[in-house]
Structures are given as C-alpha cells and as structure tokens.
T-cell receptor, first 111, second 114 residues
Framework: GESVGLHLPTLSVQEGDNSIINCAYS??????FIWYKQESGKGPQFIID?????DKRQGQRVTVLLNKTVKHLSLQIAATQPGDSAVYFC??????????FGGGTRLMVKP | DTGVSQNPRHKITKRGQNVTFRCDPI?????LYWYRQTLGQGPEFLTY????????KSRLLSDRFSAERPKGSFSTLEIQRTEQGDSAMYLC????????????FGPGTRLLVL
C-alpha cells in the first residue's frame, strides 16, 4: 500500500510497551479535540475525542490528556500491538465546523 | 457496511481533464465534509454541507472546484481543468447535527493528475 506520510516524526516502540503521542494545537478557542488513526491507503479512523471542559478521557487501551494551559494534547496507548502501527493525527474544532489537523506522528511497533 | 463510502477509490487523469468524485455519508448524518490530503500532511478542510446547503468553503477551494449535495444525501466533488497540483487524496466525512459531533471519514479517492 502507499505511504500516508513519508517524512513524519516517528515513534518506535516494542510490542507490549505503552506509547505516548503528543500534539500541540494552535487555537486557544478550540473546544473539541479528536485523535484519528490512519493506516496506509485508508481514511482517518476515529479513536477518541475530548471536550475542553475535561482534562482526561479514557477508552479501551487509549487515554487522551488535554492541557489547555500549554495547548497540548496527548494520546496514550497501553500495551501497544502490531495492529496499532499507523499514522496518528490530532484534530481540533473551534467555532466553525471544520477540523484542523496536526502534522501527524508515525507509530511503528516492533514485534 | 454502514460507514462513509467514496467512489472511485483511485482516479488517474490527464492534465486539463475534468473529474468527479462521489461520497455517500452515513445514512443518519446530515453534515458532510470534504477534505484534501497530500502525502506527509494531515487532511485540509475544503467545504461543508448541512443537508443540501453548502455552508462553508475554504480558500483552498478554487473556482475549478465545485461540490454539490442536491438531495441532502450523497455529495459530488468536481474538479475542472485538473492540474498536477490537484494530485492528492480527497476525503469525505460525515457527522450528525448535534453540536460538534465526531466526523467519520470514508476511505478516500486518490487522484493522480499526469
């Protein structure tokens, strides 16, 4: 399959370890944030979201942390699996209806 | 499969030709979005519909681009007089009308302009 991103920051982790992917967002007025996973040749897949009135939200094996003071978002993946290998994007939604995406991070899981 | 679908999945065309892409959103979603993604970048917003009304358009959407959603269900994105710089993945997403609901993406249409 074709590559989603050729020159993205890459995080390489061992299978079973925890992964942390970071994202800085730009608009202090943004009040809704989403993490997407994108595999090669596919569209972005929703992972987890968080609203600005929360600092933390947990899903299955994933946790999103929001620090509005420094405009920082992180995605934590517990017990990373080979199937987690993909490019991960954070996206912010402010007053409009468009999503503004960050640059993406490639996660590589070593067996 | 009740997700967002897009057709075709791949399109190769010669510079100067017109192309049209189709998006079928999740059936109960009344909001539909078009994004463009180039290699190594995140998706960039192009335009947005609520039902059949086109409510927002990005400055990226030049006059060669036109999008329609005539019956508030499927949408088409047409690019006239394609240029090599139009080569990209064109992504469609949909969401429900309740506040800032999550946008769910389709698989995209990969366009290559020769």
């Amino acid at each position: 399959g074709e590559s989603v991103g050729l020159h993205l920051p890459t995080l390489s982790v061992q299978e079973g370890d925890n992964s942390i992917i970071n994202c800085a967002y730009s608009n202090s007025a943004s009040d809704y944030f989403i993490w997407y996973k994108q595999e090669s040749g596919k569209g972005p897949q929703f992972i987890i979201d968080i609203r600005s009135n929360m600092d933390k939200r947990q899903g299955q094996r994933v946790t999103v942390l929001l620090n509005k003071t420094v405009k920082h978002l992180s995605l934590q993946i517990a017990a990373t699996q080979p199937g987690d290998s993909a490019v991960y994007f954070c996206a912010e939604n402010n007053a409009g209806n468009m999503l503004t995406f960050g640059g993406g991070t490639r996660l590589m899981v070593k067996p | 499969d009740t997700g967002v679908s897009q057709n075709p999945r791949h399109k190769i065309t010669k510079r100067g030709q017109n192309v049209t892409f189709r998006c079928d959103p999740i059936s109960e979603h009344n909001r539909l979005y078009w994004y463009r993604q180039t290699l190594g970048q995140g998706p960039e917003f192009l335009t947005y519909f609520q039902n059949e009304a086109q409510l927002e358009k990005s400055r990226l959407l030049s006059d060669r681009f036109s999008a329609e959603r005539p019956k508030g269900s499927f949408s088409t994105l047409e690019i006239q007089r394609t240029e090599q710089g139009d080569s990209a993945m064109y992504l469609c997403a949909s969401s429900s009308w309740l506040g800032k609901e999550t946008q769910y993406f389709g698989p995209g249409t990969r366009l290559l302009v020769l």
